[in-house]
């Protein structure tokens, strides 16, 4: 691949290659209840299912290793200030979480292993999470995306983020005015901007960009997970999770001493 290709094109270059290896892990793997909605039933059992590991295996060869560092460039944006994230910028783990607010799934991330990673490891400089909006379950849920980022324009996104997975909201739920008041319980000040940022098209565009990655990395469900470029499909639990940063980070210290000799 040139120097010269796009991030773009980079990403849709390597998308199919990620797709087949997360399908070929997921072979044999048990596969629990299948994730809610129309979508995530038409998808493949790798990123379709919160039971299904997309991700462990005891041995990577030096290849997929290397995809998973590309991967991980390619992805991790690492921008100082982003309301979005969580975590030193230079964190040597990034975690990066494909998302729906009306996934029920992505609600049990939140509530449950996210504040163990966070507490764990992003309190310790070791992990870093940001966000991404993949909103696959329409209207509703692009609204409510959009509101997300118009909290985070005030620097309350992660207590609104929270505020909408504190229960399952779908529908009516997450009307405007709905939404009005969540931002009002998690503290955003000015109600007004949160308003019109809300309907802005720069809500639009940061939207857009979010679900254009999603797609080019073949991400068909929520919630689906890269580990530094490594692939985790569903709400698996918290220990696959802290198995992973850890692993991710033991191979980043290594590198890093690797550079210094």
């Not at 040139?2 to 399908?23: E, M």
Request: glycine residues 8%.
């Amino acid at each position: 691949m040139s120097a010269s290709a796009s991030p773009t094109r980079k990403i849709a270059a390597i998308g199919a290659v990620l797709a087949l290896i997360v399908a070929v892990i997921a072979i044999g793997v048990a596969v629990g209840k299948a994730v809610e909605g129309k979508r995530d039933d038409a998808a493949p059992a790798a990123t379709g299912s919160p039971e299904a590991a997309a991700s462990a295996q005891p041995e990577e060869d030096a290849g997929q290793q290397r995809m998973y560092e590309e991967y991980a460039k390619l992805t991790s944006r690492r921008a100082a200030g982003d309301p979005l994230a969580i975590g030193k910028k230079d964190a040597p783990v990034v975690l990066v979480e494909y998302a729906d607010y009306q996934c029920s799934f992505c609600g049990r991330f939140t509530r449950e292993t996210q504040p163990e990673l966070v507490k764990k490891f992003v309190d310790a400089g070791t992990l870093r999470i940001e966000f991404r909006n993949f909103t696959i379950y329409g209207a509703d849920s692009e609204r409510a995306a959009r509101a997300s980022w118009a909290a985070g324009q005030q620097g309350r996104f992660w207590q609104l983020h929270d505020e909408l997975y504190a229960k399952t909201r779908k529908g009516d739920a997450l009307a405007e005015e709905k939404l009005v008041e969540m931002a009002r319980t998690s503290g955003v000040p000015d109600l007004d901007k949160f308003r019109t940022d809300l309907k802005s098209a720069d809500a639009e565009k940061a939207l857009k960009k979010d679900q254009d990655e999603g797609y080019q990395l073949g991400v068909q469900s929520t919630p689906s997970f890269l580990v530094n470029g490594r692939p985790i499909a569903g709400a698996q639990p918290t220990g696959i999770f802290e198995q992973v940063v850890k692993e991710a980070a033991a191979t980043a210290a290594k590198k890093t001493e690797g550079a210094a000799k």
